[in-house]
Nanobody, 119 residues
């Protein structure tokens, strides 16, 4: 199983970006998909996730970021609007996946995509 993320870049404060992540491989089911981020000098934190149909957001991004998932394509997108310099971080896609012929789910991570917001 692999997660391939894309869409990071450099944007001015107030601008927008869209991150995309696609899961591929021997997937039986995906129980959750989401995005985390790690800012310089900080720990990784949850940004947004869709967990068994329920959407959760970090307080710091509510009203600015929107997560969406395409179950048929095994993709999850994150629309980042009204970006602030403090949103600068490496963003990681995450999915909790149960592989075919497996009884258990496991955490999978994308390679990380850098979002830089200039003031």
């Amino acid at each position: 199983v692999q997660l391939q993320a894309s869409g990071g870049g450099l944007v001015q404060a107030g601008g927008s970006l869209r991150l995309s992540c696609a899961a591929s491989g021997s997937i039986s089911s995906i129980n959750a998909m989401g995005w985390y981020r790690r800012a310089p000098g900080s720990q990784r934190e949850l940004v947004a996730a869709i967990i068994r149909g329920r959407t959760v957001y970090a307080d710091s991004v509510k009203g600015r970021f929107t997560i969406s998932r395409d179950n048929a394509k095994n993709t999850v997108d994150l629309q980042l609007n009204s970006l602030k310099p403090e949103d600068t971080a490496v963003y990681y896609c995450n999915a909790k996946i149960q592989q075919i012929r497996s009884y258990y789910e496991a955490d999978y991570w994308g390679q990380g995509t850098l979002v830089t917001v200039s003031s």
